[in-house]
Every structure is written in structure tokens, then in C-alpha cells.
């Protein structure tokens, strides 16, 4: 079966770390593209990074120089290290390929 | 950076047609904008229906088709079904960056 589930959401506080997992099965997370896709609550969905396997890496400008996208063959999983999180950074983030979505690990950034 | 409009709601018929649009700031929406489309009901994650302009995947239904018309990037549906209303989002790219229009919500009523 073709699906990635995503992992590593939580409550941090502003200025703080999270890193996102999304561990795909039935296909290869090397073989084309991945994103990271977020929605803040009642919100419409934001582009924030991808990873091309041939193109490299890219960011939604909000997150350029906080966000960083790297992705682990050997396990099948991609990542997305932020840091200096701020609480417009709250949404639930979705990780996708060309056409599987997964159901998203929700990221709270609070004091 | 650049902003994607598209019509904020529209409402269709059963079994009539309806043609969500998806326009760039930027100027004329092309293929190489690999412009996707996605649909997404409450609560549940988005699902892709078509990608790089007008292909299908597997599990999109027939009545779903995107195209390029008049300078934008086109979803139409044909013979809505009231399982069709959602909240629709196109998806285009500039130069790897993507940037996601803010939505049609779509009523079959």
C-alpha cells in the first residue's frame, strides 16, 4: 500500500525546535518529489518546502533560513527540521508526494 | 512572491458542469507552472486529483478535468455529484516554489 505518515508534532514554545518525520511505503521518497504542505486552523493550505530529487530543495519565503528539508534513503522517511518556530508557525503540517497525502502532525507553537 | 486567486465559492447543480479557475499574479498560467488541482472535504486531508495540468490519477473520477484556459489553469466538472462538494486548491509552481491559490469552496446544491 502507497502511503506516507507523517510524525513528530507537538507544543513548543516560541523560539523553539521541532523536527518532522514522514515515512513513506510503497514507493521511493528519492524517486521524484516530496513537500511539506501546512494548514493553520480554518485556513486554507501553504506550500512550505520540497525536496526534487533532481532539482534540490526549496522554501515558502516564511520559513527560508528556519526550515531546513533533507530526506534519509535508507529509511524511506523525509524530514523537516524548524527552528526559531513562531506561532504563525501553528498549523497541522501534511507531508505529500505527487499524489499521496498523509493526515498531517500538528505543530503548536505557544508559551 | 507570487499570489494565486481563485474563486472563493461557486455552486453547481447536480449533475451540472462547473469550471474552477486558478490565475497567477504573475501573468499567464502555463504548463510549466505544473499547475495540480486537490480536493478536500472537512476533517480529512487533501487529495490530489490532477497534477501537471490535466493528468488524472488513478482514483480521480472521470467527471474531474483540468486544462489551460484563458490565461489560467482550469478545473471543470462534469455532472457534479453532491460527494463533489468540498473545498477545491489549485497549486502552482515558480521556479520549485509553490504557492497554493486560497480556495473554491464548492456547493452542489
Known amino acids: 500500500e502507497v502511503q506516507v505518515v507523517e510524525s513528530g508534532g507537538g507544543l513548543v514554545q516560541p523560539g523553539g525546535s521541532l523536527r518532522l518525520s514522514c515515512a513513506a511505503s510503497?514507493?521511493?521518497?528519492?524517486?521524484?518529489?516530496m513537500i511539506w504542505v501546512r494548514q493553520a486552523p480554518g485556513k486554507g493550505l501553504e506550500w512550505v518546502s520540497m525536496?526534487?530529487?533532481?532539482?534540490?530543495?526549496f522554501y515558502t519565503d516564511s520559513v527560508k533560513g528556519r526550515f531546513t528539508i533533507s530526506r534519509d534513503s535508507s529509511k524511506n522517511t523525509i524530514y523537516l527540521q524548524m527552528n526559531s518556530l513562531r506561532t504563525e508557525d501553528t498549523a497541522l503540517y501534511y507531508c505529500?508526494?505527487?499524489?499521496?497525502w498523509g493526515q498531517g502532525t500538528l505543530v503548536t507553537v505557544s508559551s | 512572491q507570487a499570489v494565486v486567486t481563485q474563486e472563493p465559492s461557486l455552486t453547481v447543480s447536480p449533475g451540472g458542469t462547473v469550471t474552477l479557475t486558478c490565475d497567477s499574479s504573475?501573468?499567464?498560467?502555463?504548463?510549466?507552472?505544473?499547475p495540480y488541482w486537490f480536493q478536500q472535504k472537512p476533517g480529512q486531508a487533501p487529495r490530489t486529483l490532477i497534477h501537471?495540468?490535466?493528468n488524472k490519477h488513478s482514483w480521480t473520477p472521470a467527471r474531474f478535468s483540468g486544462s489551460l484556459l484563458g490565461g489560467k489553469a482550469a478545473l471543470t466538472l462534469s455532472g457534479a455529484q453532491p460527494e463533489d462538494e468540498a473545498e477545491y486548491y489549485c497549486?502552482?509552481?515558480?521556479?520549485?516554489?509553490?504557492?497554493f491559490g486560497g480556495g473554491t469552496k464548492l456547493t452542489v446544491l
Open positions: 505529500a508526494s505527487r499524489g499521496t
Open positions: 510503497g514507493f521511493s521518497v528519492s524517486s521524484d518529489f
Open positions: 525536496i526534487h530529487n533532481a532539482a534540490g530543495t
Open positions: 504573475t501573468g499567464t498560467v502555463t504548463s510549466g507552472h505544473y
Open positions: 501537471d495540468t490535466s
Open positions: 497549486l502552482l509552481f515558480y521556479s520549485g516554489e509553490g504557492v
